[in-house]
């Protein structure tokens, strides 16, 4: 109810502030049996992880999960597995000057109205830290994911106006390959280099920038998600919203699609050896989802994330006791979130999948 | 679970397909003696239902809201309203075409695969029949939101290409006047002859087109949301992506925001009578949400709407066999659902923030 | 979380109150593909109804169920069921007196605190007329439950004072013969007959009196249910401990298990065959679930009414305004409403049940 | 959803297995500003932990509770308060030897069949240690509960046979440190000596014993609870039933009350000053709760705890491959729960109320 928790059958509740001792997650739901490949976790926590590159906060984190339950001999057993995540490279006095001023377009100033106290420490709870709590769930819900052969791939397709071109989807793997060997993480080589260059000189000015994620779920059965309020998009939307600095999303043909035409936006039907399970669409402005409903074809969806708050620049502002104010940013800042946010997006993904998988399950078992 | 209901203090649960004997809703937690103004709740309906104007469905429905319980000497008594909708215009024998055939970009092959039955007529509770209910509950959310003095407005800000310039929204009473005074639902009168003259061709071809709606929402008292994956912004965008047909949601300065500096981005503080509830912001990119929380400002956000499916055109597709077919609109349809589908943005507005006042209103209150 | 739902992937959320248009109930969550028998629900509400019998109110209703939505051509479809049941048998005149005063031990005082409203006709919402509707979808549960082999079965052991000997439960079959044949629903006959009795006599008196249920559930598969808040108990408790009038609680060895040694309260275990599906116990004083989870033998459990509220004698009371006062009873109430609880009793336990199989399901099944 | 959280509002998380690294709770929707006293969690923390007397298990944890988040500078921020407690005194072979036997009348047998996993070391996640961290989260509601003047108490009042008399409730301070002046936890000092003596026959006998614990919640005002399924007393139920062993619940007259007629059994209305926030009844049949709203009079209730099923004797059972064995008792263990659990108890209760009363502040407040 207050927010911190997400899924219904496959259940995260994450914990913890920006500079207290841990944060963590609780994932409560996890059916038994799986493996869970703990190498894994910090390989995927190691991807969001701060100091990685020099285009992102050189704040250095280790992100060491450590596994608290849940887990016997290195498979879940059905009960909740928390995962804490020590804080290790705080430097608290580096706030001291936002104490009692309310950072422009960060949530100082809101937390500030509905709670009344704030930890100011490195934005408390507003940080973005959170979601390494979402990357180590996330990444549980990858492996349970695995098992029936569904792929989840996002990457970087836009910073600032730099575009990236579309992208050969036809392997994951291989773009994988080619977006892990670049710290932009955008799968066409040519615009990562264009990326790069330009973040670094954004960063050099002190300012930061936009960027979009593009992403892409393949081997989702058709029949996964819900009719009306709970449309597998609608769950993805709200999964991608809730990451920092998200301020919009489409899938399928998106914002582009309101200017077409039904016949031309209409997918048509084609089947296989009259077999309903192996049908697929011409086209697939879909993008996978009909009625709320994966229909078996790639759920594609794109988001957009606003440029980091945080400057090097001096801003006008307001203090706790309603005083205009100036205020500079200090600290250790990322210019550009979106290389980092491409593992959130994935994870995220996961687990409204695997969330739905099983909601499914419980239609199609008639054995207990 | 099953992805019927929406919110969680302020619950709304709806039912019904499209020629059922009834849709309805059942809305609970609607807070004791609030005024139930049932001709206020009847007007929105009429704003929804079909058969309004020549760029509507000419089917014909009265949507007659029945309350059957909650209600008591004209104000709620604190437990479940129920609402029903009698179904009445229903030709079902109009659908008898599509009895064992998918419609491309329809839910029917979805929910086929889900559910292995579906009541096919009138595409049963994938159609958009539904959204009268949550007009109905949205109805009473408003009323709601009215003590509080909290306004929404939304309208037709795009049919396929043709876009209307910003409105001013200083008075929203008065665009209100502007936009129910032409058929598109457009604030901008010129604009609006266009995009009739626009939705009439279309219509005509046998064709449907996409379009987008903005959406205002006006004096949310700053701290209401929350900071994690419910974030408001995130809420809204659920909300607004289980509407049927819309296929992008993106709330301040959105899809556009990505490609901004966050030297030009951030919205700086500015404040009145050093008092903490009198802040503005000089710009408000944040779309009136830092952090998931309502920061006072207005609250803005756009969504986009896809074609209609329903085309009166042949198309490939395939049957419950798995063979190929080809399959032709028939029945009464909309060539463009925005005109229609802008009370059902407001309806959700409403419920989304409603739900969220009640869950501030436990934190603040010390006395029961 | 306003109260009027239960059940999670089962869920029913229920509306109306006595006097008012309707009351009903959407089952949201129910499979798809379930023969929905409407002659046998009716059935069930059959037995629950007022008027039945000279010991219960003669208030008339023939509660007869309108399916609204949800089901097509005899099956469900997987969307939501509702139901409503039309009030006929209004005598709201008959509360008039009741209007401003609050009868003791009713729930008059509290709504008025708790709402600062409420509608005084027959008790309103507070009416175990509410429970007609959870028979309605107890009857659908037991649908479910019959394609699992799964038998619900509860009958009256004991009213006041005089307490039925334990009966032979070997064919639940026989034994529902045996309750149905009376109308004190006891399954030992002679004892049926004191029940009928005494209840007459107390009504006869002006008086009213409590009773006991006792309840078996039979075949439910070992693992059904959760290990820690949610045990499966702990959900038939609060199952039972929602209908109106119900005091007490206990499964298995109960109150009495409390004065006993481990040495014999502990159920030994024997199996046949070494498998592990067919284990048994030699007693059964965990009552068929151990650490909240089903263990395959009889769920065993019994509920504690107390005395209906309504007599038809003065008594001290205060009204809305603050003021001492006496009211005396009108209207038609029942001396005893165990007989007709039984019904109740079952439909809660069915409810139970099947939410809990769902949830399991969602383990067990690795296909969607 | 898996039955490892408790409450809406006040919502808490359990997680964590006997012979893990820690046990701990997330508690999300504390709201904000509530002083947090780790020294009051921890002695609460203290009176349920083992070893602290001789009719207790003799082994030893220190139970130390490390609150990791959500606390800034004394006080709740309203973000998820996480509270570790990590595993000490594991002897995790003194459990080999049930590896791969179900012990009779515990949960190995039914986690089995549920998980086909089960961590067998101290009984996993079936232990009653997973009850510290309720523990831990019932001190932080009880520390808002204080600021509203409610008070809990509940004590020992049956150790098997052993009955305590009625105490006199008046003072629950004295009450308490009368109850704490025993380790028999029975707020009647001769019973206290009898049940002590009692417990250290049975414990050197290699046996266990049931008993039985009455509360009271005091102060809780009137219009707190939920009028259908969520019942105040069927949430109390629940929360009862869900601690390990408890078999019964009952409240107000319970059990006895349906032997009862409702000319006695009513609850006479009294009031002062012609207000009706100074109601009283002259009975107290109805427990304090009339149609699962509280009426402002004591909420009484009492548990029937069953004998702790580990014995040092012999016992018949079966191994995971079905083949009949037996087992013998080994390691630590308490010959009686009942003076431990007198906390968790407390603790159960004062989840239930901290959650129902910010659900009733979401109706009260007009302003945000």
Do not use: W
């Not at 963590?24 to 992880?49: H, M, T, Y």
């Amino acid at each position: 109810m207050a927010g911190n928790s997400f899924g219904d059958l496959f259940k995260i509740s994450t914990f913890g502030e920006s500079h207290g001792k841990a944060i963590g997650v609780i994932i409560d739901g996890c059916p038994p049996n799986i493996d869970i490949d703990e190498a894994f976790i910090q390989a995927e926590l190691d991807k969001r992880k701060p100091g990685q590159s020099k285009i992102t906060t050189q704040r250095k984190e280790s992100d060491t999960a450590q596994i608290l339950s849940g887990v016997f001999e290195g498979k879940s057993t059905g009960t909740p597995i928390a995962i804490i995540i020590p804080n290790e490279d705080q430097r608290s006095k580096d706030y001291s000057h936002i104490k009692d001023k309310f950072r422009p377009s960060h949530a100082d100033y809101t937390y500030h109205m509905k709670y009344g106290i704030r930890d100011y420490r490195g934005g408390g709870r507003s940080s973005a830290r959170e979601t390494a709590a979402r990357v180590a769930a996330g990444a549980i819900a990858k492996l349970y994911l695995k098992k029936h052969g569904i792929e989840i791939f996002a990457h970087v397709s836009a910073v600032g106006k730099i575009e990236a071109p579309n992208v050969d989807a036809s392997d994951l793997s291989a773009l994988l390959a080619i977006r892990e060997d670049n710290i932009a993480r955008c799968a066409d080589p040519a615009t990562a280099k264009e990326m790069i260059e330009f973040i670094d000189a954004v960063r050099k000015d002190g300012d930061t920038v936009g960027g979009k994620i593009a992403a892409i779920i393949r081997n989702v059965p058709a029949g996964i998600g819900a009719p009306v309020f709970d449309k597998l998009h609608a769950e993805l939307a709200k999964a991608m919203m809730s990451i920092n600095a998200v301020h919009g999303f489409e899938y399928g043909s998106g914002f582009a699609g309101s200017e077409m035409r039904g016949s031309e936006h209409n997918d048509l039907f084609f089947s296989e050896d009259q077999d309903l399970h192996k049908m697929h669409t011409a086209t697939n402005f879909s993008g996978g989802i009909q009625g709320g409903i994966s229909n078996g074809m790639d759920i594609t969806f794109r988001t957009a994330f606003k440029p980091v708050a945080t400057i090097m620049k001096e801003q006008q502002t307001i203090n706790e006791a309603g005083q205009e104010t100036t205020i500079s940013g200090k600290g250790r800042h990322d210019p550009c979130v979106v290389s980092r946010a491409v593992i959130i997006v994935e994870a995220m993904a996961a687990l409204v999948i695997t969330d739905q998988l099983l909601k499914q399950a419980s239609y199609n078992s008639d054995k207990f």
